[in-house]
């Protein structure tokens, strides 16, 4: 099984596209601390970052371009360039035999490529596939709580907000947070209005359904990865002045009976996540708790009283970690695992 993924597993070569930004970084520093087995490494950008060197374990690599990222083929690639980007060159790096690993959302929703979460579908992947979906950073932290739930209780209907960390937008939006926070009138602006001390209710772009792209994707992606098609999901996705990790303020409602120490029980057992809940303490998760961590954070476990066999999650994490470089890095080191029990 998987046996195009690795030849010889402690001579791997791994190209990070994107390896210049802010996902990319991260995937670099996941990678050296997991200690993958990480034989070449080819870091590969955009034409205005060629030359440029990024650090890996100690050492500098010179970033190159796409086509000698290409050529170089690695065994698995992972990406974190854009959506328009994958969409034209993930599969030119899969045709050389390389699995792709892609964190845009060109892949997601497209039917003949796994959307996977390790702890909750890696049975999704198949021999075949040679391009494989990390899903959205908020849709990642949330389905690995609702996982184990969902197998034991059933979901029937999701209530979603999101609190969601400017390193989401990207650097440019650090950038702005940080300037206006400095008091730079001159700073470039990539939200519509100013972001500290303030809270935007606005993640990506409106759809015609009056809904923002990155609230549908919580619903189309959670009902992938859970395999259930018609669950009745609704989000609200807000744009917040943090920089550690996205929240996210979940109301279920399950199809079965559950007492709320049964659903702690099974969250604390759960892979990947830890749970912090503890009111009498004041212990919950918060995003700069979660900054630099690759676990799901889950507190403020609590009925809802006003209806029926419904509970409220407060769930945390890195959305450069768990949401984005940790997941990926996480799905490779499991095929590498399947290859080496083959």
């Known amino acids: 099984m998987f ?8 001579t791997m070569k791994v190209a990070v596209v994107g390896a210049t930004g802010l996902v990319g970084q991260e995937m670099l520093r996941v990678l050296e601390e997991v200690n993958f087995p990480v034989s070449e490494l080819i870091p590969v950008a955009s034409p205005r970052s060629v030359g440029k060197q990024v650090h890996f374990k100690g ?30 060159f993930a599969p030119k790096f899969a045709e050389k035999g390389t699995i792709v690993i892609d964190n845009s959302s060109a892949w997601r929703m ?11 579908n890696m049975d999704a992947i198949a021999p075949q596939h040679t391009i494989i979906a990390n899903p959205n950073c908020s849709t990642i932290q ?5 996982a184990p739930l969902h197998k034991r209780y059933g979901i029937k209907r999701l209530v979603i907000s999101t609190y969601q960390s400017v390193t989401g937008t990207g650097k440019a939006a650090v950038d702005q947070l940080k300037g206006e926070r400095a008091g730079n009138p001159d700073v470039e602006k990539v939200y519509p209005v100013q972001i500290d001390m303030n809270c935007i209710p606005h993640c990506d772009i409106f759809l015609e359904n009056d809904y923002t792209k990155e609230e549908m994707k919580l619903v189309h992606e959670t009902r992938k990865i859970l395999g259930e098609p018609e669950m009745r999901i ?6 917040i002045p943090v920089v550690g990790g996205h929240s996210e303020a979940v109301n279920i409602e399950f ?12 969250l604390s057992q759960a892979p990947g996540i830890i ?23 889950v507190g403020r476990i609590r009925r809802d009283a006003s209806q029926e066999n ?30 080496v029990l083959a």
């Open 275 to 297: 749970v912090m809940d503890n009111p009498n303490k004041l212990e919950y998760p918060t995003p700069q708790y979660s900054h630099g961590k690759n676990e799901v954070f």
């Open 234 to 239: 609704t989000a609200t996705a807000v744009r």
């Open 255 to 266: 199809e079965r009976p559950f007492e709320v120490e049964d659903i702690r029980q099974e």
């Open 3 to 10: 046996a195009q993924i690795l030849k010889v597993v402690d």
């Open 310 to 339: 419904c509970l409220n999650l407060w769930i945390v994490a890195d959305n450069l970690r768990k949401g984005a470089a940790t997941n990926a890095v996480q799905i490779a080191q499991q095929l590498v695992h399947a290859k």
């Open 142 to 146: 949330m389905v690995v709580a609702l």
């Open 110 to 120: 497209d039917a003949s490529v796994p959307l996977v979460v390790p702890e909750v």
């Open 59 to 88: 050492k500098p690599y010179t970033v190159v371009g796409m086509q000698a990222g290409i050529d170089a083929v690695a065994d698995v690639a992972i990406f974190s360039a854009g959506g328009s980007t994958s969409k034209e």
